[in-house]
């Protein structure tokens, strides 16, 4: 993977701000990146709109560092939130991107032009499918999901109060890439995500079983997992719904064992997702029960009795916390 990593942001990221050393840094290349059109306007206007754009946006990064803290440190791999931690770079790289169009155009944005934005903003994920063909979906969509749904959340904050209901969003960040999806669901009626404690596999690290990743695969992840066998959408449909969730990984050897227990706001929505899994996985095991279903996928086949045993126990042991 990295790579395949490092080919993608050489060629995308044209700046960066780096929170561990409180460093900025810009590409060169990339503030020739706009062509002749835009070298001929700045010089007429005696104004480097790249190089404005780039160091507006990288430099919000540090106030919000400075306000607020930004992630430093990797997350734990058997205690990973990987979805909240992508809902919350969702909006930094939002309002990063919405204030460097606000600094370049030197006052408050309308409508009109946060509409215009977003049409830009929306073009991302195509024009990245396209330059990297080769690239997984796991990999372009969570990046171009951060600008593209991010700046859509912010001027969602932007539009209802100003840079002060963007600055109440960064002091009470969204929790899931579900709130980013849809904003509705955090500025209106805030969807807290269910809280699923996986239980139920002590007898699988008895058994020699080695837990190495423990992880929250959310709305975002669900629709890219899906997308891969169906249409795009039905993975959105099946996704939306997603309540909350919880995936817990164990190796012994070359074998894997996955252990994803779902929670699903109506038994429908369970329904739609638990239908959707054997074209997406037909490996594995899937069980629904009312607005959860657990996914189990082992060295065995789906109906073996180890991986019963194993939903037997994870069914009596997990516990699933839903907001009051």
Known sequence: MRPTYERLFESQIAAFYDPRAKDLGISTEAL???GALIGFVSTITNRDFVGELLVSH?????LQDQHWGLPTAPEPMLDSHGDRVLARRALLEGDATLTSFAYTRGGALDAGTVDAILGQMRTLPGELAKQYPDV???IRTPLVFQYDAGTAF??????RGGWPAVDAAEADPPASSEQVL???????????PVDVAIGGTDRLEADGWRPVLEDTIGELGIRILVGGELSPATAVRVADGWGGDRLRAFTKGDALVLVWMTAWDRAEDATDFAGAMPVVRPDARIDQRDDRVLVLLGPESPASPMLAALASRVWQHTQVRRPS
Request: glycine share 4%.
């Open 32 to 34: 020739h990146a706009g």
């Open 58 to 62: 990288e430099l919000t990064h540090a």
């Open 136 to 138: 997984p979906d796991a």
């Open 154 to 159: 912010t001027a969602r904050a932007y539009l």
């Open 182 to 192: 849809h904003p509705e669901r955090y500025f209106d009626a805030r969807d807290v």
